[in-house]
């Protein structure tokens, strides 16, 4: 059963640096069947996507954040990571990651992880 | 303010019929195909239905997706307490090059 799992700091400071890694375990990051993604959702608010990356290193982001954000894959760990610069209480939320169900940041996420809350404050 | 619109709550008895709208442009819902995610307290989303009216393995059939148009429904039959959740749409929108979903449905089972 695949299973992903995010870890990072539970606390980052305003204009700093947000960074999450995602471990994949139970199946193949480095398939080229799947794209693999990053969702946020502030507390009490509704979903919002990230990002998205392959196998290969290739990256969507989401407009409204892309001159922040950047995903990275290393596959030899089986982990994609995050990195969200220059953040604001306005980031404060649970950041979730997830697998889409085939070989495009067009198709739905099958699998989420249990996400890991990020509090942005001084 | 989201992409995709949806109602803030919807209410029904147990053993009812509900129906969750999501409702879109061209650019997204037009063009592309629609997920369902289903998201208990405090417990990360799950897919429901994708490619517009799919489910997942393990996804009773009482959960079923259409799409019309620029807009897309979740219906949900024999409704049971467990279903109280919030329900979210989601698809790819073509203009923004982005997954975009709607702002979430609350569903309570009175």
């Known amino acids: 059963q695949l299973q992903l799992q995010e870890s990072g700091p539970g606390l980052v400071k305003p204009s700093e640096t947000l960074s999450l890694t995602c471990t994949v375990s139970?199946?193949?990051?480095?398939?080229?069947?799947?794209?693999w993604g990053w969702i946020r959702q502030p507390p009490g608010k509704g979903l919002e996507w990230i990002g998205s990356?392959?196998?290969?290193?290739?990256?969507y982001y989401n407009p409204s954040l892309k001159s922040r954000v950047t995903i990275s894959i290393d596959t030899s760990k089986s982990q994609f990571s995050l990195n969200l610069s220059s953040v604001t209480a306005a980031d404060t939320a649970m950041y979730y990651c997830?697998?889409?169900?085939?070989?495009?940041?067009?198709?739905?996420?099958?699998?989420w992880g249990q996400g890991t809350l990020v509090t942005v404050s001084s | 303010q989201s992409v995709l619109t949806q109602s803030p709550s919807v209410s029904a008895a147990p053993g009812q019929k509900v129906t969750i709208s999501c409702s879109g442009s061209?650019?997204?819902?037009?063009?592309?195909?629609v997920s369902w995610y289903q998201q208990l307290p405090g417990t990360a989303p799950k897919l429901l239905i994708y490619d517009n009216n799919k489910r997942p393995s393990g996804i009773p059939d009482r959960f079923s997706g259409s799409k019309s148009g620029t807009s897309a429904t979740l219906d949900i039959t024999g409704l049971q307490t467990g279903d109280e959740a919030d329900y979210y749409c989601?698809?790819?929108?073509?203009?923004?090059?982005?997954?975009?979903f709607g702002g979430g449905t609350k569903l309570t089972v009175l």
């Open positions: 997830g697998r889409h169900i085939h070989s495009s940041p067009v198709a739905a996420i099958g699998y």
């Open positions: 139970g199946g193949s990051i480095s398939s080229n069947a799947y794209y």
């Open positions: 061209s650019s997204n819902i037009g063009n592309n195909y």
């Open positions: 990356i392959y196998y290969s290193g290739t990256t």
């Open positions: 989601g698809t790819w929108d073509s203009s923004l090059s982005a997954v975009v």
